[in-house]
C-alpha cells in the first residue's frame, strides 16, 4: 500500500505562483511514475504533469510552458511549480503514483487551487 499527502494549495490572483508537493510513502517499488491529475469543477479529470524514474517528463498542453514538474528521489516527494496561472487552472489537483511493475496506481487526497481573475 502507498500514501499519498499533498501540500500547498492555495488562493491566487490570475499570474501567480502556486507550488504543490506530495510525500510518498508505504510500499514504494521502482520502475515509478509520478504526477499530477487535476479535476474542475462540473469537468472530467485531466491528466496535467507526468515525471518518470529517469527524470523524463511530460505536460498537458494546457500547462506546458508554465507549470514544472520535478522530484526528491531521497524523500519520495513530487513538486508542482505552476506560474502564470490564469482562473481556468482552478481545481482539485492529485498527486499520483504508477507503480509499473505491479499495475497499480494510487493517489492522494486532493488540494484545492483557486485562480481569481
Known amino acids: 500500500q502507498v500514501q499519498l499527502v499533498e501540500f500547498g494549495g492555495g488562493s491566487v490572483q490570475a499570474g501567480g505562483s502556486l507550488r504543490l508537493s506530495c510525500a510518498a510513502s508505504?510500499?514504494?517499488?521502482?520502475?515509478?511514475?509520478m504526477g499530477w491529475d487535476r479535476q474542475a469543477p462540473g469537468k472530467h479529470s485531466e491528466l496535467g504533469s507526468l515525471?518518470?524514474?529517469?527524470?523524463?517528463?511530460d505536460y498537458a498542453e494546457s500547462v506546458k510552458g508554465r507549470f514544472t514538474v520535478s522530484k526528491d528521489n531521497a524523500k519520495n516527494t513530487v513538486y508542482l511549480q505552476m506560474n502564470s496561472l490564469q482562473p481556468e487552472d482552478r481545481a482539485v489537483y492529485y498527486c499520483?503514483?504508477?507503480?509499473?511493475?505491479?499495475?497499480?496506481?494510487?493517489w492522494g487526497q486532493g488540494t484545492q487551487v483557486n485562480v481569481s481573475s
Open positions: 515525471i518518470a524514474g529517469d527524470g523524463a517528463t
Open positions: 508505504g510500499s514504494i517499488t521502482s520502475p515509478k511514475v
Open positions: 499520483n503514483i504508477k507503480l509499473i511493475l505491479e499495475l497499480r496506481n494510487y
